[in-house]
């Protein structure tokens, strides 16, 4: 076969093609994908969820990773999309720097800038639990007038309502502890409850009351395989839900994708994420 034959030239320009769509590919996972921030709007209808709170808005944050220096832009894409949503409550699930604490300050710096009537509520995650002490953590989320909580829980007031959110501490990077978490709830009270690892819906249900359990950890996979949407990286406590919704009899899980990055900071087909949450009532 001559080198001119015309199979040789579509091979060639096959091999082209496709090396062409993998470095595009591959530069968007590493240059554009990582700010690529999407709001995902979700309605979850909850099984004692009150009908004077029907079309009640979350706005759920997680996995935040911030770097300084690299996530500017990311980080005023998600301000300015909780202030445009102007949600009833904000919900964070921990996670929020990658390994150095020095950069919480400036993290809580941008958290200043969003609001919500009912306030935010904020819980651990594994990273933050592995590098930060439980004080440094309470100190700098709560200077960003956010109500953290780690194995802990409070009840929110609303039109004559009562919702209860437990929030537990890492199951990797500290202790669970859901007996105390959930101290302070009323029987037949909704409960939304702050778990960072995924995975613990197994435990908690169904010896704990949930309505919803929102978290993260995952990163919904950070790249997957477009398409098919198979995220091959599996993180511990993150194997059985690795994003989205799902359900157990009356107890609900929303994971989300997250916000930032771990390892490099990279992202494919699984951008960056904040979750609103429309809660319903039934029918
Ligand atoms: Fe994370």
Avoid at 45 to 60: Q, S
Wanted: with cysteine; hydrophobic share 35%; aromatic share 8%.
């Amino acid at each position: 076969m001559s080198s001119h034959s015309p199979i040789k030239k579509f091979s060639r320009r096959a091999s082209l093609g496709m090396l062409a769509a993998g470095t595009t590919s591959t530069a968007w996972a590493f240059l554009g994908e990582p700010d690529h921030l999407t709001v995902t709007r979700k309605d979850f209808t909850l099984h004692n969820w009150p009908t004077a709170l029907d079309g009640f808005r979350i706005a759920h944050l997680t996995d935040l990773h911030y770097r300084p220096g690299d996530d500017e832009e990311l980080f005023e894409k998600v301000i300015a999309a909780v202030k445009k949503e102007a949600p009833d409550l904000i919900l964070i699930t921990g996670d929020y720097i990658i390994k150095d604490p020095s950069s919480l300050p400036e993290l809580c710096a941008k958290l200043k800038d969003i609001s919500a009537p009912h306030g935010i509520i904020a819980s651990p995650g594994n990273h933050d639990r592995w590098h930060c002490s439980p004080g440094q953590l309470l100190k700098h989320i709560e200077s960003a007038g956010i109500n953290y909580l780690q194995n802990d829980g409070t009840t929110l007031h609303i039109k004559g309502e009562r919702i209860f959110i437990p929030a537990l501490d890492s199951i990797w990077g500290g202790h669970i502890n859901p007996a105390r978490a959930w101290k302070g709830h009323r029987k037949g009270d909704p409960v939304i409850a702050l778990v960072h690892e995924p995975d613990v819906f197994d435990q908690l249900h169904p010896e704990r009351p949930i309505s919803l359990q929102l978290s993260g950890h995952t990163h919904g996979g950070q790249c997957r395989v477009p398409l098919i949407g198979y995220a091959p990286a599996k993180v511990r406590y993150g194997r059985n839900y690795i994003y989205g919704d799902f359900q157990k009899n009356d107890a609900q899980l929303w994971v989300g994708r997250g916000i930032g990055t771990v390892g490099l900071r990279v992202r494919f087909s699984c951008a960056p994420e904040v979750s609103l949450l429309t809660m319903r009532a039934p029918s």
